[in-house]
């Protein structure tokens, strides 16, 4: 059956207007964006679908171009769609955060480290880059591979916190089996890096590391 044969209350646009958006399941979200659905199937029974070939709402959201267009009722353009919308959340995250003291705001600061790197198939290691009132300056993707010490190089970092002329720094990286749990690699290179930037005055504020939940903090857990 369409969906605009529905009861008016099941409809997923009704129903978010009436209940708000935090009353829709994945399927009836993603039904909003797909809007239509495909010969024999409603808008709704696609997102089911695409959300089970796709393995969640992750993997569809973290899909490339060509795994994304192979999905049924998906294609180019509804690429694009979708990723200025991932856009628009990073921005509008980002703009909570900029111009406050990020330690005042932790949960906004976690939502957004999650939602630029919770889902990527590997390790992206990122920096905020703050000013000497902790407010943000920029946010980096600095590096990709397994975190260790061949692959971060502090080097690389000091250069990144001169140029931006940075006061302080948040470092975040990603586990992609979604266990937040540190590791010691982890720790050494937080390590070397609160070393190398302590010599040009720069504070290591946090490092958070991103899996399933909310994150874990180095600094919460008294790691740094």
Not at 179 to 184: G, I
Not at 203 to 224: P, W
Request: charged fraction near 25%.
């Amino acid at each position: 059956m369409p969906i605009k044969d529905w009861p008016e209350g099941e409809r997923p646009r009704e129903k978010l207007l009436e209940r708000g958006a935090g009353a829709l399941s994945d399927a009836e979200l993603l039904a909003l964006f797909l809007r239509t659905g495909v010969r024999g199937k409603s808008a709704v029974d696609l997102a089911r679908e695409l959300l089970n070939d796709f393995d969640g709402l992750v993997g569809l959201l973290a899909a490339d171009k060509k795994r994304f267009c192979e999905g049924k009722g998906l294609g180019t353009a509804k690429f694009a769609e979708l990723q200025a919308v991932l856009e628009l959340s990073h921005r509008y995250l980002l703009s909570r955060i900029r111009g406050q003291d990020v330690l005042t705001s932790p949960e906004a600061t976690r939502d957004y480290l999650k939602l630029r790197l919770y889902g990527s198939p590997h390790e992206i290691f990122a920096c905020l880059f703050l000013d000497n009132r902790h407010r943000v300056i920029s946010y980096d993707e600095l590096f990709q591979g397994t975190i260790d010490g061949a692959s971060v190089h502090p080097r690389v970092v000091v250069q990144r916190v001169l140029a931006t002329n940075a006061a302080a720094v948040i470092f975040a990286h990603n586990h992609p089996s979604g266990v937040a749990e540190p590791s010691q690699a982890d720790l050494r290179i937080t390590q070397r890096l609160k070393e190398a930037l302590s010599l040009i005055d720069v504070r290591v504020l946090d490092h958070v590391i991103i899996g399933d939940g909310e994150g874990t903090s180095l600094a919460e857990r008294g790691l740094l």
